[in-house]
């Protein structure tokens, strides 16, 4: 009977031991990874400031950008403000180990650079055939072409060492 319960007693053991160092792996393995998200905002224009949650970052020019900043997971919010007021703001959720690239705007630029993406200055002509399915010829060289070639200090040495 005592040879039972001593069996009985060392089967358990090895069971617990083995339930216990399963949690703890369990626990190490959900905090291996990153436990931070990475976000990255760009700005489309200058002399403004980036908040994102409460850190502010002014932005005075475009070199200035992108703002990384690693974020604990969940909801988040990037305001970009200028003179005081706020001219864009968006909420995001990041996840640990997340990498996000945000653009903050001002709405105002937004509508201007729909109306007018080209220069007023740039004369535009022609048109683009979507259905265009043929290939530009190659071009082929000429002899003059290959003469300017082979006075090329490359094709010189090249010339020497054969």
């Known amino acids: 009977m005592s040879l039972v319960r001593s069996l009985t007693l060392t089967a358990s053991k090895a069971v617990a031991t083995v339930i216990l160092g399963g949690a703890i792996l369990w626990e190490v393995a ?5 436990l931070q998200g990475t976000v990255y905002v760009h700005v489309s224009s200058g002399d403004c400031d980036v908040t994102i949650d409460h850190a502010t970052y002014p932005v005075r020019t475009l070199w200035e950008t992108p703002i990384v900043r690693k974020l604990q997971p969940g909801s988040h919010t990037v305001r970009m403000s200028r003179d ?7 909420e995001f959720s990041i996840d640990a180990g997340e990498e996000l690239v945000l653009t903050a705007w001002d709405e105002a630029d937004k509508n201007l650079s729909e109306t007018s993406s080209i220069s007023p200055d740039i004369e535009v002509s022609g048109s683009f055939d979507s259905t265009r399915t043929e290939r530009p010829p190659i071009p082929t060289f000429s002899e003059k072409s290959n003469q300017s070639r082979d006075r090329h200090p490359a094709s010189t040495v090249r010339e020497d060492q054969e």
Do not use: A, I, K, T
Not at 30 to 34: A, D, I, K, Q, S
Not at 84 to 90: A, H, L, N, S, T
């Open 30 to 34: 959900l905090h291996c990874g990153p």
């Open 84 to 90: 005081g007021r706020v001219v864009f703001e968006q």
